[in-house]
């Protein structure tokens, strides 16, 4: 999927991540995630072959990948992406400009990106056994933004948001949508994946990364000052 797919067809202006952990400026961690879509210069926390580390602040979204999807791997996705949408945003510089870029989604504004989040799987249950528990756990979830967004399954379908009045297809919920689960074939599939994913980085609010946030201690001991005359 990331290679095959994600690094080819995405906007030139994200990295494609797999196998990393996300940090915030308090010190909470996810779980390892299989695939991060982020700002194409962020700086890793901590970086080997098999792992990477990266801030909050530069997480755009978050992929679950499923080989089979259930009920129960669904739950299971849904609580590891909820751990990535709980993570801090916070460490940004300050703005000084003008103008400056707020975006509505899940109910309210906000002067930064929130983290998206999706399952992406090849195969598993009907389109309506997954819709079925992805509405029971849209209502345990108050906190819109803190909720999986959609799924994919390509050789299923899809369960996505719908507009009651205009039936608009989204792949994040607005107040008053309700789920809509579709079969597809794959290719449709994965145009609604791509389509999707590529009109939510095109929403990103660019703000600039403060890694002093994520310092904490005395970085040292001042024993020498030089003073001058300005």
Same mark, same amino acid.
């Given at each position: 999927?990331?290679?095959?797919?994600?690094?080819?067809?995405?906007?030139?202006?994200? =990295?494609?991540? @797999?196998?990393?952990?996300?940090?915030? &400026?308090?010190?909470?961690?996810?779980?390892?995630?299989?695939?991060? #879509?982020?700002?194409?210069? %962020?700086?890793?926390? $901590?970086?080997?072959?098999?792992?990477?580390?990266?801030? !909050? =602040? *530069?997480?755009?979204?978050?992929? =679950?990948? +499923?080989?089979?999807?259930?009920?129960?791997?669904?739950?299971?996705?849904?609580?590891?992406?909820?751990?990535?949408?709980?993570?801090? +945003?916070?460490?940004?510089?300050?703005?000084?400009? #003008?103008?400056?870029?707020?975006?509505?989604?899940? @109910?309210?504004?906000?002067?930064?990106?929130?983290?998206? !989040?999706?399952?992406?799987?090849?195969?598993?249950? %009907?389109?309506?056994? #997954? @819709?079925?528990?992805?509405?029971?756990?849209?209502?345990?979830?108050?906190?819109?933004?803190?909720?999986?967004?959609?799924?994919?399954?390509?050789?299923?379908?899809?369960?996505?948001? =719908?507009?009651?009045?205009?039936?608009?297809?989204? @792949?994040?919920?607005?107040?008053?949508?309700?789920? *809509?689960?579709?079969? !597809? &074939?794959?290719?449709?599939?994965?145009?609604?994946? #791509?389509?999707?994913?590529?009109?939510?980085?095109?929403?990103?609010?660019?703000?600039?990364?403060?890694?002093?946030?994520?310092?904490?201690?005395?970085?040292?001991? !001042?024993?020498?000052? $030089?003073?001058?005359?300005?």
């Amino acid at each position: 999927l990331r290679s095959s797919f994600l690094d080819k067809y995405l906007p030139r202006d994200v =990295e494609v991540l @797999g196998s990393s952990e996300v940090v915030d &400026a308090t010190g909470a961690v996810s779980g390892q995630c299989d695939i991060l #879509l982020v700002d194409p210069g %962020t700086p890793p926390l $901590w970086a080997a072959e098999d792992l990477r580390v990266v801030p !909050a =602040e *530069c997480v755009h979204i978050v992929i =679950e990948v +499923k080989s089979n999807l259930t009920s129960d791997e669904l739950r299971s996705a849904w609580h590891s992406v909820r751990r990535v949408k709980a993570l801090a +945003k916070g460490a940004y510089m300050t703005e000084t400009g #003008l103008v400056r870029r707020t975006l509505n989604v899940y @109910g309210r504004d906000w002067d930064h990106t929130p983290t998206f !989040a999706h399952v992406f799987a090849f195969d598993g249950a %009907t389109i309506g056994t #997954l @819709g079925d528990t992805f509405a029971e756990l849209v209502r345990g979830e108050p906190d819109p933004a803190l909720r999986l967004d959609s799924v994919f399954v390509l050789n299923r379908g899809t369960l996505l948001w =719908e507009e009651p009045e205009t039936h608009m297809i989204r @792949g994040v919920a607005r107040e008053g949508d309700f789920v *809509c689960g579709a079969e !597809a &074939a794959p290719d449709e599939v994965l145009m609604q994946f #791509l389509a999707h994913l590529t009109m939510e980085l095109n929403a990103v609010i660019p703000r600039r990364f403060d890694p002093r946030a994520y310092m904490s201690g005395n970085l040292g001991e !001042a024993r020498y000052k $030089w003073t001058f005359d300005w």
